[in-house]
């Protein structure tokens, strides 16, 4: 049986990171330069003879994406999530845990499926920062699990150690590739499993840190550094960013610019966010019984008929996506609606419409989207 570990690196009472950096993190990597890698940042968490660090990347102005365990209050020694959250500290712009542009956060959170003593899944968490970051792109996440199989090929980065004694706070980076997952240690839908018998792999310090692929031709996230075995040297275990899809965005207002940067199958840009195409399974204009049917999380009805629905701004240019029409409801709201009784086949210019749509009762007037 494999002797899990958790890979989060713990610093004692008298240590600091400054004292840490004497050697080199990830086994088998190489160094980072400042800007090769500008969305993954180190954290330092907890205080005293709790004092730890892991790492995380940046995938909104304001959100950090972490392993759960590094924002867990057991984890750290202290009774509640507020004083998770008062502990941190984010390093931005730097190599060295010691350094670079720091900031604080206003709140933390695991994801509540996440069991610390049955690992295998839900190892992801979000840290909500004071402010948002400017100057750096945020990080584009995978949401497909088909392209993510076993065999892809990634590249990790973290600022963890290069042996289970060795000290941290350096970037580092290694390329590696997925294999199965041996069923000891969990499954390949929920984790991208790696042999590190080749010296190559990631450790204490690691956790929370990605794991990069190349998809369509961008670089984007895969996984989330969770555990491995004690002495790093067998194997390691992400946690999928797609397995944790709905976590992330319950939370977190992913961005775009262009349909390019929604890295999801199915998806598009609309109003700087990545949307289900709207007629397609959970998208805009489909029919719906309720809220959850919905990628909007709101199922509207007028009349007989009922669809999944946004609201919207009368009379602005583009105020639904294409084949949705922004029906007035008075004081300048709107709701999103199928152009026709069939569907978006019609009408495609989003325009705003203000027709009046009569009747119209969303389901849940006060809406409970996924994307905050």
């Not at 150690?161 to 041996?182: K, M, P």
């Not at 700087?272 to 195409?277: G, H, L, T, Y």
Request: proline residues 4%.
């Amino acid at each position: 049986m494999h002797r899990l570990m958790l890979l989060f690196s713990l610093v004692t009472a008298s240590s600091s990171f400054a004292g840490m950096l004497t050697t080199s993190p990830i086994v088998g990597g190489t160094p980072t330069a400042v800007g090769d890698y500008p969305t993954v940042v180190a954290i330092d968490i907890g205080s005293g003879q709790n004092q730890g660090l892991c790492t995380g990347t940046l995938i909104a102005p304001e959100w950090v994406l972490t392993a759960a365990h590094c924002v867990l209050p057991s984890e750290l020694g202290v009774s509640t999530q507020a004083a998770v959250t008062a502990s941190i500290k984010v390093h931005f712009n730097t190599v060295r845990a010691t350094s670079g542009t720091v900031m604080t956060a206003q709140d933390s959170m695991p994801d509540p499926g996440f069991n610390i003593n049955n690992l295998g899944s839900h190892d992801t968490g979000l840290i909500h920062l004071t402010s948002a970051v400017t100057g750096i792109k945020p990080q584009a996440l995978n949401f497909s699990a088909a392209a993510a199989p076993v065999g892809i090929a990634v590249t990790q980065v973290g600022f963890g150690v290069t042996s289970a004694n060795g000290n941290a706070g350096v970037e580092y980076v290694v390329n590696q590739t997925a294999v199965a997952c041996d069923s000891q240690i969990g499954t390949d839908a929920n984790l991208l499993c790696y042999n590190q018998g080749n010296g190559k792999g990631k450790c204490n310090g690691d956790s929370g840190g990605p794991s990069f692929a190349m998809i369509n031709g961008k670089l984007v996230e895969v996984g989330i550094t969770s555990f491995g075995d004690q002495n790093c040297a067998q194997f390691g275990a992400d946690t999928r960013v797609d397995a944790e899809q709905a976590f992330i965005t319950a939370h977190v207002p992913l961005t775009c610019a262009t349909d390019a940067d929604c890295t999801t199958s199915g998806t598009e840009c609309f109003a700087s966010a990545c949307i289900i195409m709207p007629f397609t399974a959970n998208g805009l204009g489909v029919t719906c019984a309720n809220n959850s049917d919905c990628d909007s999380g709101a199922c509207g009805t007028s009349g007989n008929s009922s669809y999944c629905t946004q609201s919207c701004t009368t009379g602005a240019d583009n105020a639904c996506p294409a084949g949705l029409d922004c029906l007035d409801e008075g004081n300048g709201t709107g709701t999103c609606w199928p152009s026709s009784s069939g569907g978006g086949c019609c009408d495609a210019s989003g325009h705003g419409a203000a027709t009046g749509l009569l009747g119209i009762g969303l389901v849940g007037l006060v809406l409970r989207r996924r994307r905050r």
